[in-house]
């Protein structure tokens, strides 16, 4: 019998889940279909727990219901519950729900496998302190830089995490303006560029040698990598590989199987484009 997964949101009409995940499954012969899920903002529990008892073997988790997921779960793996965020659900034999977080992974491949970027002994910028940023520094950690500076608008939430994150590796808090000295990475996990809008951080954070990774990605280059192409970076490089990675990740946890991403991400470039 085909299995079912979905990606479950609010809105939800606008993800890329179900294209990424059927053409997973097509690549590896995996007997899957996944399609959207709306969930009421006000019954996200509801809405899962219909899901499931219809069949559903797992779920994508997306804005604004990773918390809720969080809370839902029956179990955590590590990093789901360091993340403090959900974006997998899978269905286990008995039953219970079973919580993960693919996003820190998905980054993490995108950056050193898809893009070349060694991560070990460098100097990485995370600007932003919400959801993304803390599901992505365990597996940033893990990769042994020399240090992580996180920066965020609200600079008590950034100190949180440096906080919560300080026995993984050397970590500090700042707010934008007052980021001293370059970086080899700067990742912007904030929501700055859906806005247009670019974090405030001085221009000397980037040297020639910089790579900057946008979170975020579109039609057009973000705000932010224009940004840093202006003030001499190397590398630019958007969020759309984190995107495919992540789900392929989940892909993994689901089915025990890990699909090619390069296929998928350029097929979603090319639709970019058109
Ligand atoms: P949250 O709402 O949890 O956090 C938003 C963060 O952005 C906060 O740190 C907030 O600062 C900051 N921020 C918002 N507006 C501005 C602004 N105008 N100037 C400066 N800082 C701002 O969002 P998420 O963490 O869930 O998502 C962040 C981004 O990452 C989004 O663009 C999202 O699309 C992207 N993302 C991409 C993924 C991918 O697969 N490519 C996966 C997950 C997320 P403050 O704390 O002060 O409010």
């Given at each position: 019998?085909?299995?079912?997964?979905?990606?479950?949101?609010?809105?939800?009409?606008?993800?890329?889940?179900?294209?990424?995940?059927?053409?997973?499954?097509?690549?590896?012969?995996?007997?899957?279909f996944?399609?959207?899920?709306?969930?009421?903002?006000?019954?996200f529990?509801?809405?899962?727990?219909?899901f499931?008892?219809?069949?559903?073997s797992?779920?994508?988790?997306?804005v604004?219901?990773?918390?809720?997921?969080?809370?839902?779960?029956?179990?955590?793996?590590?990093?789901?519950?360091?993340?403090?965020?959900?974006?997998?659900?899978?269905?286990?034999?008995?039953?219970?729900?079973?919580?993960?977080?693919?996003d820190?992974?998905?980054?993490?491949?995108?950056?050193?496998?898809?893009?070349?970027?060694?991560?070990?002994?460098?100097?990485?910028?995370?600007?932003?302190?919400?959801?993304?940023?803390?599901?992505?520094?365990?597996?940033?950690?893990?990769?042994?830089?020399?240090g992580?500076?996180?920066?965020?608008?609200?600079?008590?939430?950034?100190?949180?995490?440096?906080?919560?994150f300080?026995?993984?590796?050397?970590?500090?808090?700042?707010?934008?303006?007052?980021?001293?000295?370059?970086?080899?990475?700067?990742?912007?996990?904030?929501?700055?560029?859906?806005?247009?809008?670019?974090?405030?951080?001085?221009?000397?954070?980037?040297?020639?040698?910089?790579?900057?990774?946008?979170?975020?990605?579109?039609?057009q280059?973000?705000v932010?990598?224009?940004?840093?192409?202006?003030?001499?970076?190397?590398?630019?490089?958007?969020?759309?590989?984190?995107?495919?990675?992540?789900?392929?990740?989940?892909?993994?946890?689901?089915?025990?199987?890990?699909?090619?991403?390069?296929?998928?991400?350029?097929?979603?470039?090319?639709?970019?484009?058109?």
């Amino acid at each position: 019998m085909t299995d079912l997964y979905a990606v479950v949101g609010n809105p939800i009409a606008h993800s890329k889940s179900p294209d990424i995940h059927n053409a997973f499954a097509e690549q590896t012969g995996e007997d899957l279909f996944y399609k959207t899920l709306l969930a009421p903002l006000d019954d996200f529990e509801g809405e899962v727990a219909r899901f499931l008892e219809h069949g559903g073997s797992g779920l994508n988790v997306t804005v604004p219901f990773k918390e809720n997921a969080f809370r839902l779960a029956d179990s955590l793996t590590a990093r789901a519950q360091r993340a403090q965020a959900v974006n997998t659900l899978k269905k286990m034999p008995d039953g219970t729900l079973q919580a993960d977080n693919t996003d820190g992974a998905g980054l993490v491949r995108d950056l050193t496998v898809n893009h070349s970027v060694n991560l070990t002994g460098k100097r990485i910028l995370l600007l932003g302190a919400g959801g993304a940023v803390r599901g992505v520094l365990q597996p940033l950690l893990e990769q042994d830089p020399a240090g992580i500076v996180i920066a965020n608008r609200t600079v008590s939430k950034a100190e949180t995490l440096a906080k919560d994150f300080a026995d993984l590796g050397r970590i500090s808090a700042s707010g934008f303006a007052e980021v001293e000295g370059s970086f080899d990475l700067i990742i912007n996990g904030t929501s700055a560029s859906l806005a247009g809008e670019l974090p405030p951080i001085p221009v000397s954070v980037v040297h020639q040698n910089t790579t900057t990774y946008d979170m975020m990605y579109g039609n057009q280059k973000t705000v932010f990598n224009l940004w840093a192409e202006e003030q001499g970076a190397q590398k630019t490089i958007d969020g759309l590989g984190m995107l495919v990675e992540q789900a392929a990740e989940a892909f993994y946890v689901w089915r025990g199987v890990r699909p090619q991403t390069a296929r998928v991400m350029q097929s979603l470039r090319n639709e970019r484009r058109r």
